[in-house]
């Protein structure tokens, strides 16, 4: 394949991706407007956002399958256009339930393109670009639902809610066009099986733990009575991956115990990051009474500082390794928890700048290294499940830290203290990623 080849396959799906993740996020800072527009409550609305983070979650098992059932092109092309049927149908929408349909339609393409181009990527160049390569492929994925806020803050600054699925839809067609006249084929077809009812139990079982965690406040026992219910069809999920010979998710490569450690990481980061930029609308516009654009306009320095370090540290990772750079990451998510435990409904604007920051840049460095070193070590034939399980298991913790985090936000006396409960698992998350790291190291210095 020639260089010309490559660089205009890789610019086109890393544009697919980066929309597809940029549309993860556009609803946050519009969660406000919808629930005016549809007169619906938070616990209802927030799901256009955890919603979204779910199913990109559940379908990444089938994304490795999809990945060698059909050709290259004819995935790509297939994605795009479903995407853009989906988008279409939230434009016209004049309903909750039909745009939430449409949202939850985009995340099953978006979930799918997502690891489709990862793998896709890493086939296309040598292993000794893959930290350089994964590094801008992580600064794509973090980059996107990190401007989201930002962007749709200008869009309903300018336009109405409306304006988050056409802009969406326009960037789209041109990928599709592009797709259709110069993407080559990779791969060709193979019959490959896929397990429905693993799908199903994943999907049924995630929705309901998340449901009921949406619902504990206002219904308990129901929401307890979910959470339990959904926990046993995981536990049957799991059990049915351990027994089957060509399992939806290979559960078994966290017998690998790098591969394990790393993913853990990557989902309480994520979870961290999710979280984080649900909860910030919510205070700037809902109490501090702030327009979407100056929401955005406050969340973009994190976002560009996270667009900045993304591919630099995937850089550095292929030079230096995890070992200098992992520690720097943990620090400054720390650091974070302290301007944002001093954040209050009338704090002035350049703590919240800056406690975002400070937090974004660390997830950034920490998403980039433990991602490249979970992949790392993986034969070719491999390499798709394992880079499958990361990614589920990352979008799955996302919509967990997203749902947590708004459930301390409505349980709260009062705001301030509902955004300090969450800021709050914020920091036993991050504690727990130091432990992990902890144990790496010293798993690291056995072998040695």
Same mark, same amino acid.
């Given at each position: 394949?020639?260089?010309?080849?490559?660089?205009?396959?890789?610019?086109?799906?890393?544009?697919?991706?980066?929309?597809? @993740? @940029?549309?993860?996020?556009?609803? =946050?800072?519009?969660?406000?407007?919808?629930?005016?527009?549809?007169?619906?409550?938070?616990?209802?609305?927030?799901?256009?956002?955890? %919603?979204?983070?779910l199913i990109l979650g559940i379908v990444t098992p089938i994304s490795a399958v999809l990945y060698n059932r059909f050709s290259t092109r004819k995935l790509f092309i297939g994605?795009?256009?479903?995407?853009?049927?989906?988008?279409?149908?939230?434009?016209?929408?004049?309903?909750?339930?039909?745009?939430?349909?449409?949202? @939850?339609?985009?995340?099953?393409?978006?979930?799918?393109?997502?690891?489709?181009?990862?793998?896709?990527?890493?086939?296309?160049?040598?292993?000794?670009?893959?930290?350089?390569?994964?590094?801008?492929?992580?600064?794509?994925?973090?980059?996107?639902?990190?401007?989201?806020?930002?962007?749709?803050g200008l869009l309903l600054k300018l336009f109405t809610w409306r304006s988050l699925f056409t802009v969406v839809l326009i960037i789209m067609l041109?990928?599709?066009?592009?797709?259709?006249?110069?993407?080559?084929?990779?791969?060709?077809?193979?019959?490959?099986?896929?397990?429905?009812?693993?799908?199903?139990? +994943?999907?049924? %079982?995630?929705?309901?733990?998340?449901?009921? =965690?949406?619902?504990?406040?206002?219904?308990?026992?129901?929401?307890?009575v979910l959470i339990i219910a959904g926990a046993?069809?995981?536990?049957?999920?799991?059990?049915?991956?351990?027994?089957?010979?060509?399992?939806?998710?290979?559960?078994?490569?966290?017998?690998?115990?790098?591969?394990?450690?790393? +993913?853990?990481m990557v989902m309480l980061t994520f979870a961290i990051m999710m979280g984080t930029e649900t909860i910030l609308p919510l205070l700037l516009e809902t109490?501090?009474?702030?327009?979407?654009?100056?929401?955005?306009?406050?969340?973009?320095?994190?976002?560009? =500082?996270?667009?900045?370090?993304?591919?630099?540290?995937?850089?550095?990772?292929?030079?230096?390794?995890?070992?200098?750079?992992?520690?720097? %990451?943990i620090a400054l998510l720390l650091l974070s928890v302290v301007p944002f435990f001093m954040v209050t409904t009338t704090s002035p604007i350049w703590l919240i700048v800056i406690a975002y920051l400070i937090r974004m840049a660390g997830c950034a460095i920490i998403t980039s290294v433990t991602v490249a070193k979970a992949l790392a070590g993986f034969a070719a034939n491999e390499l798709s499940h394992a880079t499958a399980l990361n990614n589920t298991v990352r979008q799955v913790a996302g919509s967990f830290g997203n749902a947590l985090m708004v459930w301390a936000l409505s349980a709260g006396t009062s705001f301030n203290f509902g955004f300090h409960t969450a800021i709050l698992l914020t920091l036993i998350a991050i504690i727990g990623i130091l432990v992990i790291a902890w144990i790496n190291t010293r798993a690291r210095k056995t072998l040695q």
């Open positions: 394949m020639s260089k010309t080849t490559r660089t205009l396959l890789s610019a086109t799906l890393l544009v697919a991706v980066f929309t597809a @993740l @940029l549309n993860q996020t556009v609803m =946050i800072t519009a969660l406000p407007v919808i629930m005016k527009h549809f007169n619906i409550t938070l616990s209802s609305a927030q799901w256009l956002t955890t %919603g979204y983070v994605l795009i256009g479903v995407f853009i049927l989906a988008t279409t149908l939230g434009m016209v929408a004049n309903t909750y339930a039909l745009v939430l349909i449409a949202r @939850l339609v985009q995340a099953a393409m978006g979930g799918i393109l997502m690891t489709f181009s990862q793998i896709a990527l890493i086939d296309l160049f040598p292993a000794s670009k893959r930290g350089t390569i994964l590094g801008l492929f992580s600064m794509v994925i973090s980059a996107g639902p990190a401007i989201g806020p930002t962007f749709s041109l990928v599709l066009i592009i797709g259709i006249i110069a993407l080559p084929n990779v791969t060709t077809d193979h019959q490959v099986y896929i397990d429905w009812l693993s799908v199903t139990l +994943s999907f049924v %079982g995630m929705g309901a733990v998340l449901m009921g =965690i949406s619902d504990l406040q206002s219904s308990p026992l129901y929401a307890t046993g069809l995981l536990v049957w999920f799991v059990r049915r991956q351990l027994k089957s010979q060509t399992p939806l998710l290979n559960v078994r490569l966290f017998a690998q115990g790098t591969f394990t450690r790393m +993913s853990l109490h501090m009474h702030l327009s979407s654009m100056d929401a955005g306009l406050i969340m973009l320095p994190g976002a560009l =500082i996270n667009l900045i370090l993304a591919p630099t540290i995937g850089r550095l990772y292929d030079r230096y390794g995890i070992q200098k750079l992992l520690p720097i %990451g």
